[in-house]
């Protein structure tokens, strides 16, 4: 496996290897980014692309609506190498800031499609942030130029916007769903997980619980009752526990009942966010 931390030597990668599957991320890499590298390894294996599975490696600034978030994202490319490697990647490409958003030339916020700005969730509660992740993620696509790119499904809203605005631009790029890798007690694993104190960890599960009560409830005023009952009496502040069309993310409607829908939570614990999603 190669990294690569410079456009230049991204292309030459490529220019000889040939295509590939890319797997973005923001390092602090754990189970569920070997998950999705592994999906990636196997799609390009599939699709004969010589390129491999490609893992970018960037915290991007510009999709942070909390600067001490930012600041305190982990950094941890020297493990990140080790799983992506262990996981199947071909190549790690690890860019500096200016290699993504080179001063002095126009890196632009695409057109944002309806599910980064009408459901009401993540874009409510963190505004900026999916102009932020459409464009990175259109700068990364343009870069790398993947056959097609691997999303997780914990990032439920992100992985329909993205969809959506490959769809919208004509990118050509096939954006597939990785499945969410749970700990023991349910609950998604994720960068943000370490900075859970022990007793806070304890009450995390509340999330997964929440959703399995959901998938027991009829009806979609059940569903959203069970989950911020769970959620609130684990002690959590809920921000959302809903359950919304899978396909736009907007209430359900026209009859359109459970199969079709997608029950979505944001809460707080603590000073660490958690979402997590289930089908409905
Ligand atoms: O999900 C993430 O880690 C990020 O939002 C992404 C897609 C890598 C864009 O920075």
């Known amino acids: 496996m190669e990294t690569l931390t410079d456009r230049a030597g991204l292309a030459g990668y490529l220019g000889v290897r040939g295509g590939c599957v890319l797997v973005p991320t923001m390092g602090a890499l754990h189970a569920g980014h070997g998950s ?8 390009a294996s599939r699709r004969g692309l010589g390129g491999g599975c490609v893992v970018s490696v ?5 999709q942070f609506d909390d600067p001490s978030d930012y600041a ?8 990140d190498e080790a799983l992506a490697r262990e996981a199947g990647a071909s190549a790690v490409w690890a860019p500096g800031v200016e290699e993504v958003y080179p ?6 916020v695409p057109e944002l499609p309806a599910e980064a700005t009408g459901p009401g969730l993540e874009d409510a509660r963190r ?14 696509f343009e870069v790398v130029g993947p056959a097609a790119a691997v999303f997780g499904e914990k990032d439920y809203q992100q ?3 993205v969809a959506s605005m490959v769809r919208g631009l004509g990118m050509g790029v096939e954006v597939i769903a990785g499945a969410t890798v749970r700990e023991a007690d349910g609950l998604a694993m994720s960068s943000r997980n370490r900075f859970l104190k022990a007793e806070e960890r304890g009450r995390a599960g509340a999330l997964w619980r929440a959703l399995v009560r959901a998938r027991g409830e009829g009806t ?25 069309d899978a396909a736009g993310l907007m209430p359900m409607s026209g009859g359109r009942g459970r199969g079709f829908g997608r029950a979505l939570i944001a809460a707080r614990l603590g000073s660490v966010r958690l979402i997590d999603n289930a089908a409905w």
């Open 72 to 79: 305190r994202y982990p950094k941890t490319l020297g493990a």
């Open 103 to 108: 001063p002095g030339e126009e890196v632009g």
């Open 127 to 140: 505004p900026g942030h999916f102009a932020g992740v459409c464009r990175v993620v259109k700068r990364l």
């Open 36 to 43: 999705l590298i592994r999906r990636g390894a196997e799609e």
């Open 58 to 62: 960037f915290v991007n600034p510009t």
């Open 159 to 161: 992985l329909r916007v």
């Open 220 to 244: 979609v005023s059940g569903a959203e009752r069970v989950m911020r009952e769970e959620v609130e009496g684990a002690g959590l502040l809920v921000e959302y526990a809903v359950v919304r």
